[in-house]
């Protein structure tokens, strides 16, 4: 007889993994699938995220921003040290030991919560049955009353530049180097492209990105991406706007990159290229031929916004579906599902999604930027302030960036808010909280905010939009 669960989930990343436990929680019976594989050839749960995006990368930005403020910046403090050095290996060390923990950790919590996590290839069958060919054994079929497919998403490779994963790298190759390439070439000026670029411009490397757009962070508002434009090239990071790869040439000293612009072709030789041009929904060999699910034209699974696809009892979530690709969206949508199984109302916000970029300085936002609330013609104002004038960033000695609030003219709501400078990614959570409960400019104006702290550049931002900043003068 064939096992059977109230739920399966196929793929354990923070979509799949979230869903199970939270499945679990509401009393039912759980089984989450998951064949990830380590570059030492050992399965682990927590998917990309874990294992090969948010947190190892997050990991080695903390590294290498230490190595750079100690070089840069103890000797303004008064502090002097003898030559700092970095020691890559201790680096890598730390960072595959971070992700051992929390991989681990997730083994722990399906444990406590009595969900089988099951190592291996899933594939949905028809009639909500699951295929599941364990890593080290033969299929079985699963029945399930319902199924979530949470299986993420892969690099998009270049046909002018296919990975070889020695010269031509993709974002996990990036984060696993054992030394400093002396010159990195990246294609794509993404979230990746800025965070991988800027570890290893850090720890030392000649970093040239090759961008598409014409603008920097097309997707952020305009006084966002000027800051950090600046503030990339005085980092060193050269980033070549309206550019196109044209080509790439492994030989034996690295890879030789052809580009073109508006202006004309150039190449120039670099040691790594990291191909960092975004990321396609991961489907393959998931789905039987009549299991009924339906893809749309980029290859993701079509749900609606509660994330049903079209057979009955099977949802999708994450990055294989449509919205952004990011984590946190993904555990939403695997707690709504788990919910709407249950029986419960559940819904996800899909308007008030953080973004956070972690550079130094951080840049996140959410909500609207000013460029969409023009073109949307609803009337509006504006508050910024700048870290500048903020006490406690003064005495981080990170005063670049600023806080801009962006609210409704007729009944004061906030649309967006837009962060670059420090810890813009933490300070994007009181934001976030803000919109959730639709609150107005003055609802901010009037929370008292610690003195002295980062959190005060929110509120005078938001003082600002009405012309009330106290520590800035008021334009
Ligand atoms: P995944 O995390 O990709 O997990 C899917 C899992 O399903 C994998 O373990 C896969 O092996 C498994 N799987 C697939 N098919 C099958 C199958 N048929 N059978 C069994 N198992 C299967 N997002 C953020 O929010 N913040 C960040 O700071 C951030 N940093 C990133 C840095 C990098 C370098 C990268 C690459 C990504 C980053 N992201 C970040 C994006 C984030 O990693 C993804 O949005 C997130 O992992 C998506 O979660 P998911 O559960 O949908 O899929
Ligand atoms: P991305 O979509 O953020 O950026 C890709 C960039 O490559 C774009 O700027 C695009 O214009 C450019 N591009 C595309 N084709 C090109 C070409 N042929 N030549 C030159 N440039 C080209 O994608 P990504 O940086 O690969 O990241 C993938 C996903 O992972 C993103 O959706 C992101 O949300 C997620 N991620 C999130 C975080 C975070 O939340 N901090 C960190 C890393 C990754």
């Not at 050095?85 to 929390?102: E, H, N, P």
Request: charged letters at 25%; aromatic letters at 6%; proline letters at 3%.
């Amino acid at each position: 007889m064939s096992k059977k669960y109230d739920v399966v989930v196929i793929g354990a990343g923070p979509g799949g993994y979230i869903a199970a436990i939270r499945a679990a929680q509401h009393g039912m019976s759980v089984a989450c699938i998951d064949e990830w594989k380590n570059k030492d050839g050992k399965n682990a749960f927590g998917g990309t995220c874990l294992n090969a995006g948010c947190i190892p990368s997050k990991a080695l930005l903390e590294s290498s921003e230490l190595y750079h403020r100690a070089r840069h910046e103890f000797k303004k403090h008064g502090i002097t040290t003898g030559d700092v050095g970095i020691d890559i290996a201790a680096m890598q060390k730390r960072r595959a030991s971070i992700v051992r923990q929390l991989t681990g950790g997730i083994a722990g919590l399906f444990k406590a919560n009595k969900v089988d996590g099951l190592v291996g290839h899933g594939r949905l069958l028809a009639g909500k049955q699951v295929e599941f060919t364990p890593v080290d054994g033969a299929a079985e079929t699963i029945d399930a009353d319902h199924v979530i497919l949470a299986t993420g998403s892969t690099p998009i490779e270049l046909g002018a530049a296919p990975f070889d994963h020695e010269s031509i790298i993709d974002s996990w190759d990036a984060l696993e180097l054992e030394a400093v390439p002396e010159r990195l070439a990246v294609i794509g000026a993404g979230v990746i492209g800025l965070e991988l670029g800027s570890v290893w411009s850090r720890l030392g490397s000649q970093v040239t990105i090759i961008e598409a757009m014409d603008n920097l962070l097309f997707m952020a508002d305009r006084d966002l991406a000027k800051v950090a434009a600046k503030d990339f090239k005085q980092q060193g990071i050269d980033i070549k706007l309206g550019a196109r790869l044209t080509g790439a040439k492994v030989g034996k000293q690295g890879v030789s990159v052809e580009w073109e612009d508006k202006n004309g072709e150039y190449s120039f030789e670099a040691d790594k290229l990291v191909v960092a041009v975004g990321r396609r929904p991961f489907t393959d060999g998931l789905l039987a031929e009549d299991s009924g699910i339906q893809l749309d034209d980029h290859g993701f699974i079509v749900v609606d916004d509660e994330c049903r696809t079209r057979v009955k009892g099977v949802y999708a979530i994450g990055d294989c579906v449509r919205g952004p690709m990011l984590a946190h969206k993904g555990s939403e949508e695997g707690v709504m599902a788990a919910d709407l199984i249950a029986g419960e109302l559940a819904e996800v916000n899909y308007d008030v999604i953080p973004s956070v970029i972690y550079t130094a300085p951080e840049i996140a936002w959410v909500g609207l930027t000013e460029e969409q609330v023009k073109d949307s013609g609803r009337p509006y104002k504006t508050g910024s302030f700048p870290f500048a004038a903020n006490g406690r960033a003064k005495a981080l000695e990170q005063t670049s960036g600023l806080v801009k609030v962006i609210s409704a003219a007729d009944d004061d709501e906030v649309l967006g808010v837009h962060i670059v400078g420090p810890m813009a990614g933490e300070l994007i959570g009181e934001a976030v909280l803000a919109m959730e409960f639709s609150a107005s400019t003055e609802d901010m104006q009037r929370t008292i905010h610690a003195h002295p702290s980062l959190s005060e550049s929110l509120h005078e931002a938001a003082l600002a939009a009405d012309k009330r900043a106290l520590n800035y003068m008021n334009r």
